[in-house]
């Protein structure tokens, strides 16, 4: 079956850089993009950006110009979100999703929380 | 960027009631629109994709309509396990989620 298992909760600092992996299993890596969701804490969900497993072609929202890099490693068939230059209002959780055909989400990482404190 | 608004942003219903969640597009994102469901402390689930597709595995009593910029999210006879928050997301052009709405129990 479909797996996206996540890597563990961080706690950084203000201005820090954090990295979360997304390691999928149980389908055509290639075939489907990977999206990358947040969640802050008691709050609705958020679109970050998307990144194709074809060629590393990646779309983002606006507000995370500049701070986000998504990659993935296809021999290890896993995908990576970077977020730098963190404030405390990253605080969130952190999801990857596989998308179906056409951009809908249909499976979901487990999430990964990310905590930004002094 | 495209902006969805959903109402409302709370619900109280009881079991059995049909209850139905509207989600508004700044602009038209045709059919590119699916909903899904979170509980506390889980990810959340796929329920309807491209407007009214159903996800295999999705109860029946699930149901969407609507296209351009109005959309609903139906569930007939509420269950006890549907209480949840509902979101709705366009894929039109990029992706943006709608607010939520949280169905309570009444």
């Known amino acids: 079956q479909v797996q996206l298992l996540q890597s563990g909760d961080e706690v950084k600092r203000p201005g820090a850089s954090v990295k979360v992996s997304c390691k999928t299993s149980?389908?055509?890596?290639?075939?489907?993009?990977i999206n990358w969701v947040r969640q802050a804490p008691g709050q609705g969900l958020e679109w970050m950006g998307w990144?194709?497993?074809?060629?590393?072609?990646?779309n983002h929202a606006q507000k995370f110009q500049g701070r986000v890099t998504l990659t993935t490693d296809t021999s290890t068939t896993t995908a990576y979100m970077e977020l730098s230059s963190l404030r405390s209002d990253d605080t969130a959780l952190y999801f990857c999703?596989?998308?179906?055909?056409?951009?809908?989400?249909?499976?979901w990482g487990q999430g990964t929380l990310v905590t930004v404190s002094s | 960027d495209i902006q969805m608004t959903q109402s409302p942003s709370t619900l109280s219903a009881s079991v059995g009631d049909r209850v139905s969640i509207t989600c508004r597009a700044s602009?038209?994102?045709?059919?590119?629109l699916a909903w899904y469901q979170q509980k506390p402390g889980r990810a959340p689930n796929l329920l309807i994709y491209?407007?009214?597709y159903l996800e295999s595995g999705v109860p029946s009593r699930f149901s969407g309509s609507g296209s351009g910029t109005e959309f609903t999210l139906t569930i007939d006879s509420l269950q006890a396990e549907d209480f949840a928050t509902y979101y709705c997301q366009q894929y039109s052009s990029y992706s943006t989620f709608g607010g939520g709405t949280k169905v309570e129990i009444k």
């Open positions: 149980g389908y055509t890596f290639s075939s489907y993009g």
């Open positions: 999703t596989k998308e179906g055909l056409g951009g809908h989400l249909t499976d």
């Open positions: 990144i194709s497993t074809v060629n590393g072609n990646t």
């Open positions: 602009q038209t994102v045709t059919t590119w």
């Open positions: 491209r407007a009214s």
